[in-house]
């Protein structure tokens, strides 16, 4: 009958390669060198070579064991995992968790849903870091961010919670004053506002419902790194604007500002929950994704 793998000398071997020696093995794992050392002897015996070559001063890996290491290292590395993975899923998330946020929608849409957080995970701590600059979340050690994008960085790992539409606005009183704008070229002839962190480039780009498309680079008298701003001189009738549907939603309602160039239309982007591996990631991570899926997958701002 086949035998069952020495999973425990393969993991101790593994150990013994990372650290260098018994000594440092034996401390990371809480157990003691002998038993270090019979699990790797008892492997070498199994297998029917030496793996490590000891002295008194230093310990080396031999060609046999080279080919047998990495093999090694990554069952253990898996079988870390596993257990982690099971650990964490038996207890309430906790601990910190760093997420990026653009201010604006951290501010309307995802502050009033601190309070149910908070309450549903008690032990988990937010780290919650507003802002409209695209913080690169390995570089700068995040958890995860969510991210309004039209297509999400290939680098990260992405789920999607909504759609996000882009819409060209203005009050009513801009449009009376200076004419509604036809098509997309007529545009050069307003004062357009704009904002400086799109995600592709600043260029407005148009799509008609026939598949025609027009570019148009805004021109005009307020560029600004963050869309609320933008909302006060709208009102007022200075120019128009692009504002994001969850911003845009509210005015577009009452009448205060409206949908200019209806029959075409501006990106079509999405809200995305974004980390930087999927490979390992920890249960408080997994459950704040969760968390924003469950609120955002149906909000109340969609026209």
Not at 103 to 109: A, P
Not at 231 to 246: D, H, I, N, S, T
Not at 253 to 259: I, K, S, T, V
Not at 291 to 302: D, G, R, Y
Request: hydrophobic share 45%.
């Amino acid at each position: 009958m086949p035998r069952i793998p020495d999973f425990e000398g393969l993991a101790m071997f593994a150990k013994v390669a990372e650290e260098g020696s018994y000594a440092a093995a034996a401390r990371a794992m809480g157990v003691s060198v002998p038993t270090v050392s019979r699990a790797v002897a008892r492997l070498e015996e199994r297998l029917g070579g030496r793996l490590l070559n000891r002295t008194s001063r230093q310990l080396s890996i031999t060609e046999f064991g080279q080919r047998m290491v990495e093999q090694a290292s990554t069952l253990y590395r898996q079988a870390e995992e596993i257990e982690s993975e099971a650990l964490e899923l038996s207890v309430q998330p906790r601990g910190s968790v760093r997420l990026a946020v653009p201010m604006s929608f951290g501010l309307r849409w995802v502050a009033p849903l601190l309070p149910a957080l908070m309450t549903r995970y008690p032990e988990l701590e937010l780290d919650l870091h507003l802002s409209d600059s695209t913080v690169d979340l390995i570089a700068e050690g995040f958890d995860a961010a969510l991210r309004i994008a039209a297509l999400p960085d290939s680098s990260l790992v992405a789920r999607r919670i909504c759609s996000v539409t882009q819409y060209l606005v203005a009050a009513p009183s801009y449009l009376n004053q200076h004419g509604h704008p036809a098509h997309p070229r007529d545009l050069a002839d307003h004062a357009c506002m704009s904002y400086a962190y799109r995600a592709r480039s600043q260029v407005w780009r148009f799509v008609h419902g026939d598949g025609r498309e027009h570019d148009v680079t805004p021109r005009g008298p307020l560029r600004v790194t963050n869309s609320d701003a933008l909302v006060a001189p709208l009102l007022a009738g200075m120019a128009l604007a692009e504002l994001p549907e969850f911003i845009a939603a509210e005015y577009l309602a009452d009448g205060r500002l409206e949908h200019v160039l209806p029959e075409w239309h501006m990106t079509h982007g999405g809200l995305y929950f974004m980390t930087p591996s999927a490979r390992s990631r920890p249960r408080k991570v997994q459950a704040l994704s969760d968390f924003f899926a469950e609120h955002l997958s149906e909000p109340a701002w969609q026209l």
